[in-house]
Every structure is written in C-alpha cells, then in structure tokens.
C-alpha cells in the first residue's frame, strides 16, 4: 500500500479551493458561498457542486480530522472540476506547465504514493 501522508494531502487542497473560488460567480450568491440545504436557491443553484465542495473544504473545516480516503474523494472530485475547466489543448501538452496540469499532476502521483523527492 502507497503510504500518502495527510498533510501531503492537505496541501493539495490550496491551489483547488482558489481556483474554484475564482471559478464561481460569488458576487451572485446572496449568501456569501454558504450552502445552506434548506434553502431552495441553493439546492437549484448551478454552482451548488462547487459551492458544496468548498463548504466542505474551506479552511475553516478541520481537514486534520478528515480520514485519508475522505481527503482522497474530495480531491477528486477537485480534480474532475479543474480538468473540466481545462481546454483540450493542456490535455493534449504531456508538459503543459501551466498552474493547473502541475497540480493535476501533482495529485495524480500524490495519489500514487510516487511523489519524487526533490
Ligand atoms: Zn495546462
């Protein structure tokens, strides 16, 4: 079995929890980016993924506490939206150095327990 560190995992979390914030359109939501499940304009909200998501991962959220599988889940479901948002034009740049496919890449050998010593 690889052997992930958590704070390893926690770190990932930085670029994506950014990236997302950037990606939402908070200026729109009248509750600041806090998903609320009893209300409606939450739950048919078209951010309501993202904003979940970074409910779930904010900073304030004791990532410590999280087991190393929750972590893993939630980073990719980070993964799946930063790719989604990605032109095929990275995709298809094996060393596309952009900030996004290093963090992709990042995770993906993270995940693998192969994180090369630097
Ligand atoms: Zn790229």
Redesign the pocket.
């Given at each position: 079995m690889a052997n992930i560190s958590k704070t390893d995992l926690i770190q990932l979390f930085e670029f994506p929890r950014k990236r997302i914030l950037q990606s939402m359109e908070v200026t729109h939501c009248p509750h600041a980016v806090f998903y609320n499940h009893s209300d409606e304009q939450c739950i048919t909200c078209h951010q309501g993924e993202e904003c979940l998501w970074m409910n779930h991962n904010d900073e304030l959220v004791s990532m410590e506490d999280k087991s190393i599988d929750d972590l893993k889940q939630q980073l990719l479901v980070a993964v799946d939206f930063v790719d989604s948002s990605?032109t095929p034009h990275?995709l298809s740049?094996r060393n596309?150095q952009?900030d996004?496919?290093v963090w992709l890449r990042k995770v993906q050998q993270t995940l693998q327990g192969e994180l090369p010593k630097e």
């Open positions: 990605l990275h740049r596309c952009c996004n496919c």
